[in-house]
């Protein structure tokens, strides 16, 4: 199984910028890609953005040219570098792996417990 926790979530004003990390701790046969989703109030979760085994990344279009993933292999963390922050990025930050477990017959969905980002002045 994978675990993930995230970290780094707090208050920021308008224009300004954090940085989230998702530590993945656990074992699995492959993880094949892992996204950061976020979910504000009254709202459906949506995803933020994704990174592949093999570096491919992906945005939503919200959050194009000011947020960017990246992956640490060394620390086993995959970040989120949010700048430019606008009110509307306020919502609770959740890490997903998409992996296979014991292998490619075995695949597995896991999150973290969310971290709240608010943008308020």
């Known amino acids: 199984q994978v675990q993930l926790v995230e970290s780094g979530g707090g208050l920021v004003q308008p224009g300004g910028s954090l940085r989230l990390s998702c530590a993945i701790s656990?074992?699995?046969?492959?993880?094949?890609?892992v996204g950061w989703y976020r979910q504000a109030p009254g709202k459906q979760r949506e995803v933020v953005a994704t990174?592949?085994?093999?570096?491919?990344?992906n945005y939503a279009d919200s959050v194009k040219g000011r947020f960017t993933i990246s992956r640490d292999n060394a620390k086993n963390t995959v970040n989120l570098q949010m700048n430019s922050l606008k009110p509307e990025d306020t919502a609770v930050y959740y890490c997903?792996?998409?992996?296979?477990?014991?292998?490619?017959?075995?695949?597995?969905?896991?999150w973290g417990q969310g971290t709240q980002v608010t943008v308020s002045s």
């Open positions: 656990g074992s699995a046969f492959r993880i094949n890609a």
């Open positions: 990174i592949t085994s093999g570096g491919s990344t």
């Open positions: 997903n792996a998409f992996y296979y477990s014991s292998g490619f017959h075995d695949p597995k969905v896991s």
